[in-house]
């Protein structure tokens, strides 16, 4: 079993910058994929990006594709997500997830972002 433990979070305006951080501990991690998922009020939780057990593979979804930035260190245990020219919709709580089994199995309690106009 994974624990994982997101921070960095918070109020930020629109254009501005957060990095997100996302620490586990449980399994060893460099053996398996990480990624960033979102939920915004009323709305499904949804895919953000994802990277591969070595950081060699990133993908991410359309909608953050050449703002966001999701990166590992396996040395510090520790997934990344670099977020930049922050928009209104962005604002959602940010959740890291684990994929050990071939699914997104392990999940963390979330970290708010709220982006202002």
């Known amino acids: 079993q994974v624990q994982l433990v997101e921070s960095g979070g918070g109020l930020v305006q629109a254009g501005g910058s957060l990095r997100l951080s996302c620490v586990a501990s449980?399994?060893?991690?460099?053996?398996?994929?990480m990624g960033w998922f979102r939920q915004a009020p009323g709305k499904e939780r949804e895919f953000v990006a994802t990277?591969?057990?070595?950081?060699?593979?990133?993908y991410y979804a359309d909608s953050v594709k050449g703002r966001f930035t999701i990166s590992r260190d396996n040395a510090k245990n520790t997934v990344y997500l670099q977020m930049n020219s922050l928009k209104p919709e962005d604002t959602a709580v940010y959740y890291c997830?684990?994929?050990?089994?071939?699914?997104?199995?392990?999940w963390g309690q979330g970290t708010q972002v709220t982006v202002s106009s």
């Open positions: 997830a684990a994929n050990i089994l071939g699914n997104f199995g392990s």
């Open positions: 449980g399994r060893t991690f460099s053996s398996y994929a």
């Open positions: 990277i591969t057990w070595s950081g060699g593979d990133t």
